[in-house]
């Protein structure tokens, strides 16, 4: 038993408290091998435009299929990862597996569409982030402007300046930037308007709320005003109802995420749905 208060008194671990202790030690320790056992894969989770449906982008999402652990969710791993650093080397993985991906299929005359990868504030601190990914681009042989990197608020917790800095040499490489999980925090909405974004990604507790007495509908909206009077895109994620889909694209949302669209996939399933879209091109072109 844990005791708590009193002086002279001595802790010991609960045996939940353990038992947090170990697993954490299990991830990392799982992590360290991950990489080497190509344990990790890349899904990707499509978005789509409101009004027409169809599919606009991609969002790549981190998946661990770990033999003792199981399936593994980044929900679990990715914090645990960027306390212990791992997130740098997690990160570079991800990041050239996408733009991998992403070269070959725009080879192959796929509907070019962009891809989003998470990126990590740890990772995007890194001194010579920009100058890593422009050599990734290079080596791939493939354009700026069919990634997107999707940062959280947390980024803040780095210096304005630094941010804006790397922020405007991405967007030189065609690279867009997405503020993720919008509103979920408490950062001022002037902080991020002051930076070269493109896209404002809000996040599904807000989604969630929509509708509902004193819901969120308002501040919705409110996000929608602003990010268009400074012609950024705006996403709805975490679209699971008919009712929210109707809400957001009413709203004025241009993007919609979420599981009532299309859960995330493997990339030979987001491969046929790529080839339909350019089919369905060539159509309307010949016609
Ligand atoms: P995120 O970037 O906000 O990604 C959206 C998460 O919401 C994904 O969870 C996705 O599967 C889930 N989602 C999508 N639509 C719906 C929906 O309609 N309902 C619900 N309930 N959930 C939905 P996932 O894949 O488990 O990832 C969780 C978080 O882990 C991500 O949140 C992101 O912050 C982080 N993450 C994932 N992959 C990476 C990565 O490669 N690098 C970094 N740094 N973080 C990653
Ligand atoms: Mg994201
Ligand atoms: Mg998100
Ligand atoms: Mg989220």
Redesign the pocket.
């Known amino acids: 038993r844990a005791k708590h208060g009193g002086k002279n008194t001595i802790c010991y671990f609960a045996p939940e408290m353990n038992s947090v202790i170990q697993v954490r030690a299990d991830l990392v320790a799982g992590l360290r091998s991950a990489l080497a056992n190509q344990e990790l894969y890349?899904?990707y989770?499509p978005l789509f435009a409101s009004s027409t449906r169809e599919l606009a982008s991609l969002?790549?999402?981190?998946r661990w299929s770990s033999p003792s652990l199981d399936e593994v969710?980044?929900?679990e791993f990715?914090p645990i990862a960027e306390d212990s650093g791992q997130?740098i080397e997690?990160?570079a993985w991800?990041l050239n597996e996408v733009c991998r991906q992403q070269a070959v299929w725009q080879r192959q005359g796929l509907a070019p569409t962009r891809v989003a990868?998470?990126?990590?504030p740890l990772?995007f601190a890194r001194p010579g982030f920009v100058e890593d990914l422009r050599h990734l681009l290079g080596r791939h042989g493939l354009d700026g402007r069919w990634l997107e990197l999707?940062l959280?608020e947390r980024i803040m917790l780095n210096d304005l300046a630094s941010i804006a800095h790397k922020m405007r040499e991405l967007r030189a490489l065609g690279v867009g930037i997405s503020i993720?999980?919008f509103g979920a925090g408490n950062t001022a909405l002037s902080y991020f308007f002051q930076l070269p974004i493109t896209t404002v990604?809000i996040d599904?507790s807000l989604i969630q709320g929509l509708g509902q007495a004193h819901g969120s509908d308002r501040v919705v909206q409110a996000i929608v005003a602003l990010a268009h009077s400074l012609d950024l895109k705006v996403v709805a994620?975490?679209?699971?109802t008919w009712a929210q889909m109707t809400s957001v694209t009413d709203l004025g949302c241009e993007r919609v995420?979420?599981?009532?669209l299309a859960?995330?996939e493997q990339a030979d399933v987001v491969q046929a749905r790529l080839s339909a879209k350019s089919s369905a091109r060539e159509l309307l072109v010949v016609r």
């Not at 969002?59 to 981190?62: F, I, N, R, V």
């Not at 990868?117 to 990590?120: D, G, L």
């Not at 995420?257 to 009532?260: E, H, K, N, T």
Request: aromatic residues 2%; charged residues 25%; proline residues 6%.
């Open positions: 890349v899904v989770q969002e790549a999402l981190l969710s980044p929900g990715i997130i997690l990160g991800v990868i998470n990126v990590s990772q999707e959280t993720d999980d990604k599904r994620e975490g679209i699971e995420q979420g599981y009532l859960r995330p």
